[in-house]
């Protein structure tokens, strides 16, 4: 059968922090999220776009006709917009080209 093991207590925290050492040394550092995009930060809705650009929908509607703005259709219904490309049409704005 098994047999009885006595320690003490400071033996104990030893053997665990050797443990907890020894398991971290397995598992990979997780990779900082500041370093990557996030997916839910990279594309917003129409109706989010038209408020970060400060615009109602037919506005950003026109945009996307004009080809000033290129949309990325999720679905023939779901319409999203990369953050990357409403801040570019707004610099630009800001410079006076568009």
């Known amino acids: 059968m098994g047999q009885l093991v006595v320690m003490t207590r400071a033996d104990l925290d030893s053997l665990l922090q050797d443990a907890i050492a020894a398991s971290r040394s397995l598992v990979p550092e997780p990779v900082k999220e500041e370093g990557l995009p996030s997916m839910a930060d990279e594309y ?52 006076g080209v568009a």
Do not use: F
């Open 44 to 95: 917003v809705t129409r109706q989010q776009a038209a408020k970060i650009l400060h615009l109602d929908v037919s506005s950003l509607w026109r945009l996307e006709k004009s080809g000033r703005l290129v949309p990325c259709r999720a679905s023939d219904r779901r319409v999203l917009y990369r953050k990357a490309d409403l801040e570019a049409y707004l610099n630009s704005k800001k410079g």
